[in-house]
């Protein structure tokens, strides 16, 4: 391991313009930036052209999580108090922890009521269980379904507009319930072009992982080896990792859709003992110098400076040249972030 890394290596000045306000319409028209870790080169095309650089034999991995409502409004029981409540993490079924404003107010076992509309029936109930540090609070919901009605989704605090369908913060194939933000690679496809993908005999493989907060917040740490990892929640069945060990076996190639899916494979194949299934929580950190077991390819967006994602894509692509690719990226006006363009490294 490199020890002379530091998280000031994954620094560059984004002029605020590039950050992306608004998502491309529609989804796959977005930019896409095909680098290539053998020769160093760099294409600039449409997402939609991603195809022809996806073979028969290809599995794509997609993560399907689904972005949470998080963020609710309720009203205590009794006094009729404003509560603001944004759900973190789900612990077992209606049990999540959160995040409680203002936290002192609402002591041990009070009742809060959440409605999509003031005054409406629809309502879920909420009650404190327990209380932890700095306004964080375990809530017991008494209908957890209920919770996408009376939630709105929280959007990264770079993007100022507010979202006009909310499905666009969701990709397409979403189905499990639990991110605090979006696996944003996958927000650029459509479901045509996943048909013609799999028409193609490009194999659609689903592994889940609920992405945390923490996913955004810059390392503070100067030593990246000292920043705390924060354990986000993933599954890889039991038919993916069949799916994956066959295609390695065959020497076809694994394409990951997005930073959160390198993750969960990178973790399911750290045994050595090729790609295991697996449920838990991982908090896999992937700086350079790692050695990759599972993966051929992957497609992203472009990260915050000092992130661990910015990390991951430069563990993956060499130092050199995702710093190359995103100078290369300011400079032909490419969209930065969630709602930005994508690149493809092959």
Request: glycine share 8%; charged share 25%.
């Amino acid at each position: 391991m490199n020890h002379t890394m530091n998280t000031s290596d994954f620094d560059y000045h984004l002029p605020p313009e590039f950050i992306a306000q608004t998502p491309t319409e529609p989804r796959d028209r977005s930019r896409l930036m095909v680098l290539s870790r053998s020769d160093g080169s760099m294409q600039h095309r449409r997402f939609f052209e991603i195809e022809e650089f996806l073979h028969e034999g290809d599995v794509l991995v997609f993560n399907d999580s689904r972005v949470l409502p998080a963020r609710l409004i309720g009203r205590k029981e009794g006094t009729g108090g404003k509560v603001e409540v944004l759900l973190l993490r789900r612990l077992s079924p209606g049990l999540w922890q959160t995040l409680v404003k203002p936290g002192r107010r609402v002591s041990l076992g009070t009742r809060i009521e959440f409605c999509a509309e003031p005054g409406s029936a629809d309502g879920v109930w909420g009650e404190i269980v327990e209380w932890e540090e700095m306004g964080i609070r375990v809530i017991r919901f008494s209908d957890e379904e209920a919770l996408e009605r009376v939630g709105s989704v929280p959007l990264p605090p770079y993007i100022h507009l507010s979202l006009e369908d909310p499905e666009r913060y969701q990709t397409v194939y979403s189905r499990v319930m639990g991110s605090a933000a979006a696996p944003t690679a996958g927000l650029h496809f459509t479901p045509e072009l996943l048909h013609r993908l799999e028409g193609k005999g490009v194999h659609l493989s689903f592994v889940t992982l609920h992405v945390g907060l923490d996913t955004f917040s810059p390392v503070r740490v100067e030593e990246p080896t000292n920043h705390p990892m924060h354990k986000e929640y993933c599954e890889l069945p039991e038919e993916t990792a069949q799916e994956l060990n066959q295609a390695k076996a065959e020497g076809r190639r694994i394409i990951c859709v997005g930073t959160t899916t390198v993750r969960v494979l990178e973790q399911a194949a750290s045994r050595g003992k090729g790609i295991e299934a697996f449920q838990g929580w991982s908090d896999i950190l992937i700086l350079p110098g790692h050695r990759f077991r599972t993966l051929d390819g992957m497609i992203t967006n472009f990260h915050l400076p000092r992130t661990t994602l910015l990390m991951l894509v430069s563990a993956f692509a060499g130092q050199r040249l995702t710093q190359r690719a995103y100078q290369e990226a300011i400079r032909m006006g490419y969209r930065f972030y969630s709602f930005g363009d994508a690149m493809l490294i092959l």
